[in-house]
């Protein structure tokens, strides 16, 4: 099914299966297109963010389960509270598994790791459809789910264009100034290999 997400600017994407079907205003799209189901979200689309700190996020830290909250808190423990934890297989993948749907809570749809050596983790990884990429040095900066928190230069995926890989988010401010400002947890949805993989409720 043809879907055609439009932000509150006019800007649109069509996306059809994973990739990306055409780029335009949602005018054009929508006349291009008149039976694919449209989706309009508040903010602006932009392309999805690359969050610099992939490996410090998901194999050197822990995302408590909502249900450890009054023993853990809610965010990532590292050092000597992850020591402490003695995590075994079974909730290391679930920890990464939760670490990437916040992730993509906060409009990211790639991470740069080194390359991830707990298999628990790089197989929770890889299902969740989280694109990794490479990385020749560990950046600067404090790992922070949301990249514009980090200290560093965000980066984004490349902009959507027709036939490439949709992979876009939607952020509820009026440009992107103000998203830098306000920062990634301003994301109202999150677009990865063509599926939606995160709306605010």
């Given at each position: 099914?043809?879907?055609?997400?439009?932000?509150s600017?006019?800007?649109?994407?069509?996306?059809?299966g994973?990739l990306v079907?055409?780029?335009?205003?949602?005018?054009?799209?929508?006349?291009?297109?008149?039976?694919?189901?449209?989706?309009?979200?508040p903010g602006?689309?932009?392309p999805?963010l690359?969050?610099?700190?992939?490996?410090?996020?998901?194999?050197?830290?822990?995302?408590?389960?909502?249900?450890e909250?009054d023993?853990?808190?809610?965010e990532?423990?590292?050092?000597?509270?992850?020591?402490a934890?003695?995590?075994d297989?079974t909730?290391?993948?679930?920890?990464a598994?939760r670490?990437?749907?916040?992730?993509?809570?906060?409009g990211?749809?790639?991470?740069?790791?080194?390359?991830?050596?707990?298999?628990?983790?790089?197989d929770?990884v890889?299902?969740t459809g989280?694109?990794?990429?490479?990385?020749?040095?560990?950046p600067?900066g404090?790992?922070?789910?949301?990249?514009?928190?980090?200290?560093?230069a965000?980066?984004s995926v490349?902009?959507?264009?027709?036939g490439s890989?949709?992979?876009?988010?939607?952020?509820?401010?009026?440009?992107e100034?103000?998203?830098?400002?306000?920062?990634?947890?301003?994301?109202v949805?999150?677009?990865?290999?063509?599926?939606?993989?995160?709306?605010?409720?």
């Open positions: 099914m043809l879907t055609i997400h439009a932000d600017r006019g800007d649109a994407v069509a996306v059809e994973e079907a055409a780029v335009g205003s949602l005018e054009e799209l929508a006349a291009g297109y008149p039976h694919a189901r449209v989706r309009t979200w602006i689309l932009t999805g690359v969050n610099a700190h992939g490996t410090e996020l998901l194999e050197e830290a822990y995302h408590p389960d909502p249900r909250a023993d853990l808190g809610t990532p423990l590292t050092g000597d509270a992850l020591i934890l003695a995590l297989d909730r290391w993948g679930a920890s598994r670490g990437v749907q916040r992730m993509l809570a906060h990211t749809v790639a991470a740069a790791c080194d390359p991830l050596r707990n298999r628990a983790v790089r929770a890889q299902r989280l694109v990794v990429t490479g990385r020749a040095r560990r600067a404090i790992p922070s789910l949301d990249p514009f928190a980090a200290g560093v965000v980066a490349p902009a959507p264009v027709r890989a949709a992979r876009f988010a939607v952020f509820d401010v009026r440009d100034a103000e998203l830098a400002e306000r920062g990634a947890g301003t994301c949805a999150t677009v990865l290999a063509g599926r939606l993989v995160f709306r605010r409720r």
